[in-house]
């Protein structure tokens, strides 16, 4: 059974940091791609960062640049979001998910997998 369970989600003020953490399980998580997505009230979902299988590569959208990294652990089958610097406009569901082509990273439909999210708000 194919589980992603996201965790480290919570109410910061801005200007403050968090670390989002993903544990895999159910499949070869070396075999995946994996990602960080998020989805705003009324707005649609969208890549935040992503990692290829081994590490190497990465990929942090234009709105988070410079104020979060994205990390993985192939021991732990566990990927992270360290979000520093945060700001109101981060408040989202943030969610890890799955995917086997790195040419697919931006195309949520195409995801394997998906975990069911954690909330982060950023509010004084």
């Known amino acids: 059974q194919v589980q992603l369970v996201e965790s480290g989600g919570g109410l910061v003020q801005p200007g403050g940091s968090l670390r989002l953490s993903c544990a895999a399980s159910g499949f070869t998580f070396k075999d995946y791609h994996m990602a960080w997505s998020r989805q705003a009230l009324g707005k649609e979902r969208e890549l935040v960062a992503a990692i290829e299988n081994f590490g190497i590569g990465t990929r942090h959208a234009n709105p988070v640049k410079g104020r979060f990294t994205i990390s993985r652990d192939n021991a732990k089958n566990t990927i992270y979001l360290q979000m520093n610097s945060l700001k109101p406009e981060d408040t989202a569901v943030y969610y890890c998910?799955?995917?086997?082509?790195?040419?697919?990273?931006?195309?949520?439909?195409?995801?394997?997998?998906w975990g069911l999210g954690t909330q982060v708000t950023v509010s004084y």
């Open positions: 998910g799955a995917v086997r082509r790195w040419a697919d990273i931006s195309t949520m439909q195409s995801y394997d997998y």
